[in-house]
């Protein structure tokens, strides 16, 4: 009785204490790409994110990090040994950052070139935990620099894959066609969006040359499944719109996560206390019937 009790035990969800933010919080005053302790110095270093392992081909194969980066400021050139000159804004082209609500620090994920995953751990998870992420994305293009992307101009699109543990979120996506990615920047645009995508590989809508398509905000659930993978919260870029020299971004600014976790419903709870005084008085009976049988 006491099992068959148990088993129909059901699980409600209740919430930790808060939203629990996600920061992005640079080592120093200067934007810079993202890179482990052990490169540059450890002057590249962003608390708590990790920056994929990116392979280029050749004799010998050359292992690098992906084009993804902190930035401090909007008009501010990012340092790239040995190129200088990354920025999201132009004198033309102003506040795709550092407005009062989407203030930089920002990461800047290229959808274009050398892509590869930015992570994060997110502490104190377990299996069946619902987790619950918010942040900011927009889609924006490089839109000055002395590299080599030259005029850096032609329409361009910037789609963020997120997955936890390994995982694809459940719910709060935007579907795409087959070239992949969770969330499309161009989807969910506020503003410089255009349908002339037709000679860049059909995906329409994208985003007009050297426009930025605001930011929206996005909440993605995931269901916590894998114990020992489950912590590790990943974005990565990319653009199916990809031309060259038209390296496109994906920022992400505010983010912040919730959990609940599955716990017994209280009739339940009382279903099974009340099974087990059942079976605690029908064993007492029978001892005493029992003994009484001996005497």
């Known amino acids: 009785m006491a099992l068959a009790l148990a088993s129909t035990v059901a699980a409600t969800a209740a919430a930790h204490a808060s939203v629990i933010p996600i920061p992005i919080s640079p080592t120093g005053s200067n934007s ?3 890179l482990p302790s052990s490169v540059n110095g450890g002057a590249n270093v962003l608390s708590n994110w990790t920056n994929g392992v990116y392979s280029v081909s ?8 992906g084009y993804n980066f902190a930035l401090q400021s909007a008009t501010s050139a990012v340092t790239i040994t040995p190129q200088t000159g990354l920025k999201m804004d132009s004198a033309t082209v102003s506040n795709d950052l550092g407005t009062t609500s989407n203030p930089a620090p920002v990461l800047a994920l290229d959808a274009d070139y050398q892509q590869a995953a930015v992570t994060t751990s997110l ?4 299996a069946g935990d619902i987790v619950t992420l918010t942040f900011d994305f927009a889609g924006d293009q ?4 002395s590299d080599s992307c030259g005029g850096c101009t032609g329409n361009f699109d910037a789609l963020l894959d997120v997955t936890l543990g390994g995982a694809s979120a459940s719910s709060g996506l935007t579907a795409l066609n087959s070239t992949g990615g969770d969330l499309d920047a161009a989807k969910g645009a506020s503003q410089d ?11 329409t809508p994208c985003i007009t040359s050297q426009g930025f398509s605001g930011w ?12 020992s993978t489950n912590d ?15 390296p496109a971004f994906a920022l992400l600014d505010n983010l912040s996560f919730t959990v609940t976790s599955p716990v017994p419903e209280p009739n339940s709870l009382l279903l099974l206390s ?19 049988a001996k005497a």
Do not use: W
């Not at 050749?58 to 990090?65: A, D, K, L, N």
């Not at 502490?123 to 377990?126: D, E, F, I, K, N």
């Not at 969006?193 to 995906?203: K, L, Q, R």
């Open 32 to 34: 810079y790409q993202i």
């Open 216 to 227: 929206e905000t996005e909440s993605l659930t995931f269901t916590v499944n894998n114990t």
């Open 193 to 203: 969006t255009t349908t002339s995508c037709a000679t860049e590989n059909g995906h």
């Open 274 to 292: 009340t099974g087990l005084l059942g079976l605690s008085g029908y064993m007492r009976m029978r001892s005493k019937s029992g003994v009484a």
């Open 123 to 126: 502490s104190g998870l377990a």
């Open 232 to 246: 590790v919260l990943s974005f990565l870029a990319s653009d199916p719109n990809a031309v060259a020299q038209d």
């Open 142 to 145: 490089q839109k000055q620099g």
């Open 58 to 65: 050749g004799h010998p194969p050359i292992t690098t990090y």
